[in-house]
T-cell receptor
Framework: GAGVSQSPRYKVAKRGQDVALRCDPI?????LFWYQQALGQGPEFLTY????????KSGLPSDRFFAERPEGSVSTLKIQRTQQEDSAVYLC???????????????FGPGTRLTVL | AQKVTQAQTEISVVEKEDVTLDCVYE???????LFWYKQPPSGELVFLIR??????QNEISGRYSWNFQKSTSSFNFTITASQVVDSAVYFCALFYYGNNRLAFGKGNQVVVIP
């Protein structure tokens, strides 16, 4: 089946603009995660959904960051009034999230590279 | 707090050599999961292997093998007979319930020279 997809793959924004990044998880995956990856670093957790419920948003760096998953499938990460320090790759991952040996293995999308000028 | 340390940053090997990546982790949980992911230049993180904390048996999958030592909190990964397509950044990651997130190391850049 299809893997995790993300769009757009690349986004250039002027400082102060709002952006919206989309994630389409693997069909049937209950859990969805967003990570931020700065250049040369490992991904850092942003937020976690189980179905439509956002269970953990402790990694969001500021209140300019907002994520939603209204119907429990597609998710959108929105960044308001973008700043240069928001430039990074934003990765989305999904997992089955149910019981079972490999239920918690996270599968990642290709990411969205955001550049804020 | 959970922490994953990958000491080496860049490793260069000649094709067909073996390459071993070191990973040391910290966690107070007794049940956790360890992963290795590969990130080629295209940017997508590709799942390679998973090891559960309660299963210390080391395994081999194709050209990949791993050595999980709970006593030293290490989870090392070896690519046997490296190929140019193995050139990528490799991340070690830790997951446990209650946190519901992967904690990643900084990654190892592997360059395989033909």
């Amino acid at each position: 089946g299809a893997g995790v997809s993300q769009s757009p793959r690349y986004k250039v924004a002027k400082r102060g603009q709002d952006v919206a990044l989309r994630c389409d998880p693997i069909s049937g995956h209950v859990s969805l995660f967003w990570y931020q990856q700065a250049l040369g670093q490992g991904p850092e957790f942003l937020t976690y959904f189980q179905n439509e419920a956002q269970l953990d948003k402790s990694g969001l760096p500021s209140d300019r960051f907002f994520a939603e998953r209204p119907e429990g499938s597609v998710s959108t990460l929105k960044i308001q009034r973008t700043q240069q320090e928001d430039s990074a790759v934003y990765l989305c991952a999904s997992s089955l999230g149910t019981s079972g040996r490999d239920a918690d293995t996270q599968y990642f999308g290709p990411g969205t590279r955001l550049t804020v000028l | 707090a959970q922490k994953v340390t990958q000491a080496q940053t860049e490793i260069s090997v000649v094709e067909k050599e073996d390459v071993t990546l070191d990973c040391v982790y910290e966690t107070r949980d007794t049940t956790y999961y360890l992963f290795w992911y590969k990130q080629p230049p295209s940017g997508e993180l590709v799942f390679l292997i998973r090891r559960n904390s309660f299963d210390e048996q080391n395994e081999i999958s194709g050209r990949y093998s791993w050595n999980f030592q709970k006593s030293t909190s290490s989870f090392n990964f070896t690519i046997t007979a490296s190929q140019v397509v193995d050139s990528a950044v490799y991340f070690c990651a830790l997951f446990y319930y209650g946190n519901n997130r992967l904690a990643f190391g900084k990654g190892n850049q592997v360059v395989v020279i033909p």
